[in-house]
């Protein structure tokens, strides 16, 4: 009985701080938006967490060169675009309708899973993606009557919360292989260099104020690695399942922040549609292994930023 409480007491502290760290990256961007423009705010962050995880020696891990394309593929899929969505959406909807529709990411993951393998969800994760899917409806519908510019912004966090849920199921064979940290600092170099383009010239608009500053900070060293770092120790530690406790604790905290730092509104629809969503993930999260696919166990980096709980299944 002790060592099952020590356990779950375990399980709640490592889960709690990356969920509130993931799910207040929403509050982060949004704020981050009033020195930066979208692609300027993408660009700190990846090059902060890149610089972040450089610090710990488990990151700098050899990885085969034979690797290195689908690390790529990586920084492409799991970063470099998904990150660069939501500070384009977040111009035009709330940070606590980005991580409520965040939470869609295991609903993706079971998708691309069972694309990748070529059979159809067992009956199990089929109820959940239905669920799942009813829950993002639910959130979306209230945007259909804000106009073109929040329904197509809803349309861009749809497609990195997709983004993601094709990544996690891309990382695992190598997360399983390395561990989860040599890959995510290594996607975030290619991230670095995909939005540098851009990214680099937007920095040249660069307005100071102290409280966005700290955000973007925020951001980058505690979103973009520090909270990988402790949520790859969580699945690590404790298994896939555990990791994807995370899960349901991120869309929550960016709901409240938004309401309560921001002063957002959000639609009975759209937190009706959050829990709904969130009810499909943790079916997921408990089906059987024959039932459904290991990547469907893991939380998103925000993002995450990143699935890195893959690794044991492990994030």
Avoid at 227 to 241: D, E, I, P, Q
Wanted: proline share 8%; charged share 10%.
């Amino acid at each position: 009985m002790q060592t099952s409480w020590l356990r779950s007491a375990g399980v709640a502290s490592l889960a709690l701080v990356p969920g509130i760290i993931w799910g207040a990256s929403f509050l982060f961007i949004a704020e981050s938006l009033a020195i930066l423009p979208p692609m300027g705010v993408t660009f700190a962050r990846v090059v902060l967490g890149f610089g972040t995880l450089a610090l710990f020696p488990s990151a700098r891990r050899p990885i085969e060169r034979a690797d290195w394309p689908m690390i790529a593929l990586l920084g492409l899929v799991w970063l470099a675009f998904p990150l660069s969505m939501f500070p384009l959406a977040e111009r035009h909807v709330s940070s606590g309708l980005a991580g409520l529709l965040n939470g869609g990411t295991p609903i993706f993951a079971v998708a691309f899973a069972a694309l990748l393998a070529g059979r159809w969800p067992a009956r199990g994760a089929w109820i959940a993606l239905v669920v799942g899917v009813a829950g993002l409806l639910l959130i979306s519908i209230p945007t259909l009557g804000e106009g073109d510019n929040a329904a197509f912004s809803v349309g861009l966090i749809l497609a990195a919360v997709a983004s993601y849920g094709l990544a996690i199921n891309l990382a695992i064979p190598l997360q399983r292989r390395y561990g989860a940290l040599p890959v995510i600092w290594r996607a975030l170099g290619v991230a670095v260099a995909l939005t540098a383009p851009l990214g680099l010239p937007a920095l040249g608009e660069f307005q100071w104020a102290l409280k966005p500053f700290l955000c973007l900070l925020s951001l980058g060293v505690l979103g973009t690695a520090v909270a990988n770092v402790l949520a790859a120790t969580l699945a690590g530690r404790y298994g896939a399942n555990a990791g994807a406790s995370v899960t349901f604790i991120l869309p929550i905290v960016a709901m409240l922040l938004g309401v309560g730092v921001r002063g957002e509104t959000l639609s009975p629809w759209a937190v009706l549609g959050g829990l709904v969503c969130l009810s499909g993930a943790w079916l997921l999260a408990r089906a059987p292994r024959a039932d459904t696919p290991a990547s469907a166990r893991t939380p998103p980096p925000e993002t995450a930023v990143c699935p890195a709980s893959a690794r044991s299944t492990s994030h």
